[in-house]
């Protein structure tokens, strides 16, 4: 039977107590967490139950993935994909778009791996095959591109611990993070979805000076790491694999249109015989690839989605290994540090950092080393001193003290009467002698003072 950490063992349990009032379920757990390991135990005993069920995902890669840990953890199932023949086991890896086409079989139970997709055309065709069945969905992002809620897709959602947490328990890396803007994106025009546009892009990062700078920068912070580039599309994932190639560093472009055991070979010769890929959003979601060490953010996005899955693919652990990103398009303005502790919402699909904790302050960016940290006088990575900002001194006007005179005390008083402001004073003056004399906290006085005053008009 498959082990699993005492904190998924908690949360497994938590999610199959959820299955009893719902039928459909969003687990929410950050990279690292054990996603995959959690569909796989909730797949095994659905298996027990001879119950058929589907583990549904989105891309090649995600299937042969996703088949290896089930193989790992002893579980037997077939394969829902172009080039497998179809076996009649319980238990089937599916591609979403292969679904789609066949509706093979009565699946009872549908585990969707990177769910944050499920609004999608093709995800909503298959999930329409089968009305009647479970489902549990698994993502880090429960949100669409634009932010939007699963409201209308998932009946509940069960977040597992933060990404900060596993960072400290050493399930995921710890990681510096450099910001190194060389790219103007203000009035970038967005789409529908609500992130930028491929046109918008294109033109925002056609600059050449761009891939110079990127080179030059990996080369001072992290060289010779292997590192994943993410990029705004494939020709500028192969221009970029071309530069790097030509500054001598061993660099390949992968993408969805190359033969498929090509991919998977370029994929695992990173850190090997390559140092570094370059890709336009297949390596972004799901994605294992242990052995980056770097992460070069060359894609700007408005989505929080896709940035964390972006980072996500950089964090994996591996022991001794402390993860670099290098942001030169800003990303983190938008959506703050990796491990900021968020609020998720499935109703609304509002997702905001929880910024009044007292462990997430403000972040800050160094301007001596570029890197970027939680608020500090001082920085933890380079010990760059920031100048105190001194405020500006109250400005002065000449004048010059002198005594009110009788008629104008009269005159004063009675305003104050006619408004009530002169029995408000005396009120909070009798309130704070009463708490001086009875020893309260310096706030009593002026709540009793508050609830006086509302009485009096009638509040």
């Known amino acids: 039977m498959l082990t699993l950490y005492p904190d998924q063992q908690e ?17 929410q757990a950050a990279t690292g967490f054990g996603k995959t390991v959690i569909g796989c135990k909730v797949a095994q005993g659905a298996a027990l139950r001879r119950t058929p069920t589907a583990f549904v995902v989105h891309r090649q890669e995600l299937v042969d993935q996703t088949c290896e840990a089930f193989t790992k953890c002893g579980i037997a199932h077939g394969v829902i994909a172009p080039g497998h023949p179809e076996t009649r086991h319980d238990i089937q890896v599916a591609s979403v778009f292969t679904l789609a086409r066949r509706k093979p079989r009565n699946f009872r139970l549908i585990i969707w791996d990177e769910c944050h997709h499920a609004a999608a055309a093709q995800w909503r065709t298959v999930s329409g095959h089968y009305p009647e069945a479970k489902h549990l969905g698994l993502t880090a992002t429960p949100c669409r591109l634009d932010g939007q809620g699963l409201a209308d897709l998932y009946e509940t959602m069960l977040c597992a611990k933060p990404m900060r947490e596993l960072i400290q328990m050493g399930r995921l890396s710890p990681y510096r993070y450099f910001n190194l803007p060389v790219v103007d994106l203000s009035g970038l025009r967005k789409r529908g979805e609500g992130d930028y546009s491929h046109e918008a892009l294109e033109r925002a990062m056609a600059s050449r000076a761009i891939t110079g ?21 494939v020709p500028a994932a192969q221009a ?10 061993p660099v390949q472009s992968v993408d969805g249109k190359m033969e498929r055991t090509l991919r998977r070979d370029t994929v695992r010769a990173l850190g090997r015989t390559l140092v570094g890929i370059t890709s336009c959003d297949l390596i972004s979601e799901g ?37 670099m990103l290098l942001d030169f398009v800003g990303n983190y303005l938008r959506h703050y540090l990796p491990d ?96 001086d004399k009875r020893d309260y906290k310096p706030g009593s006085a002026w709540y009793k003072w508050k609830n006086r005053s509302r009485r009096a008009v009638g509040g």
């Open 11 to 27: 949360y497994f349990t938590a999610l199959r107590g959820l299955f009893q009032p719902h039928r459909s379920v969003l687990a």
């Open 287 to 323: 994605f294992d690839c242990p052995g980056a060490v770097a992460g070069l953010l060359v894609r700007p996005t408005a989505s929080l989605s896709l940035h964390l899955q972006q980072v996500g693919r950089i964090l994996r652990h591996v022991p001794g290994k402390t993860a």
């Open 240 to 249: 970029l694999a071309e530069s790097f190639r030509a500054a001598g560093y």
């Open 340 to 435: 900021t502790p968020r609020e998720w919402s499935l109703s609304t699909g509002v997702v905001k950092p929880v910024r009044e904790a007292i462990e997430c302050p403000d972040i800050r960016a160094c301007e001596k080393c570029y890197a970027v940290h939680e608020w500090a006088p001082v920085c933890p990575y380079c010990g760059h001193v920031y100048p105190v900002q001194a405020k500006a001194a109250p400005k002065q006007e000449k004048g010059e003290l002198r005594e009110m005179t009788p008629e104008e005390i009269q005159a004063l008083e009675a305003l104050a009467r006619r408004t009530g402001r002169l029995a408000d004073y005396h009120a909070a003056e009798k309130a704070k002698a009463k708490a």
């Open 213 to 233: 700078d990127v080179i030059t920068e990996y080369k001072k912070h992290c060289d010779g790491a292997p590192f994943i580039a993410f990029c705004h599309s």
